[in-house]
T-cell receptor, first 113, second 115 residues
Framework: DVKVTQSSRYLVKRTGEKVFLECVQD?????MFWYRQDPGLGLRLIYF???????EKGDIPEGYSVSREKKERFSLILESASTNQTSMYLC????????????FGPGTRLTVT | AQKVTQAQTEISVVEKEDVTLDCVYE???????LFWYKQPPSGELVFLIR??????QNEISGRYSWNFQKSTSSFNFTITASQVVDSAVYFC????????????FGGGTRVLVKP
């Protein structure tokens, strides 16, 4: 059974804090993605990675960075959290042969106060 | 640039009613793929279907059916005889070949099926 796990379901942080969101997949997928989900806006791509140490900006990378040191793990970093980064964050992975068939984690609901 | 519009933000039906979710997309690319994902209350999006731009054949899978019409840039999704377990948020998404692995999602439609 394929699995994408995210380190926390709920997270509350203060403005200015550095925040790490972790994602791990056990399917040996090369591609990994970070999205944020906001009501009415659907999912928007923040960053993605198609291999270890490789990353590409998505549509809304400002205020975020990522790290992929191992194939199974893809971290999203908020260098200095702001209230407008309060959102649901979803991680996904896929194989290069089927990049469209993305497997998603349960999401992390981040609140920045 | 690509765009996906799901005009219905929320639909409420009574069990056994049919429900149709609209999806309209915009792209200048001639090669593209369309998808539907389901997000149940647990949070994980589940892939439902993929359609490429060269295949306008409609598809039926159990109680689910999809109607792809290039002439109107629409890829609508119908749930027949809805059940409470169909309650979820449904997302339509678009991938164009030129954009590689990127998916453009619509805003989602929340479906509430009441017993």
């Amino acid at each position: 059974d394929v699995k994408v796990t995210q380190s926390s379901r709920y997270l509350v942080k203060r403005t200015g804090e550095k925040v790490f969101l972790e994602c791990v997949q056990d399917m040996d997928h090369e591609n990994m993605f970070w999205y944020r989900q906001d009501p009415g806006l659907g999912l928007r791509l923040i960053y993605f990675s198609y291999d270890v140490k490789m990353k590409e900006k998505g549509d809304i990378p400002e205020g975020y960075s990522v790290s992929r040191e191992k194939k199974e793990r893809f971290s999203l970093i908020l260098e200095s959290a702001s209230t407008n980064q309060t959102s649901m964050y979803l991680c996904a992975s896929s194989r290069p042969q089927k990049p469209y068939e993305q497997y998603f984690g349960p999401g992390t609901r981040l609140t920045v106060t | 640039a690509q765009k996906v519009t799901q005009a219905q933000t929320e639909i409420s039906v009574v069990e056994k009613e049919d429900v149709t979710l609209d999806c309209v997309y915009e792209t200048r690319d001639t090669t593209y793929y369309l998808f539907w994902y389901k997000q149940p209350p647990s949070g994980e999006l589940v892939f439902l279907i993929r359609r490429n731009s060269f295949d306008e054949q409609n598809e039926i899978s159990g109680r689910y059916s999809w109607n792809f019409q290039k002439s109107t840039s629409s890829f609508n999704f119908t749930i027949t005889a809805s059940q409470v377990v169909d309650s979820a948020v449904y997302f339509c998404a678009l991938r164009v070949r030129a954009a590689g692995n990127k998916l453009t999602f619509g805003g989602g439609t929340r479906v509430l099926v009441k017993p």
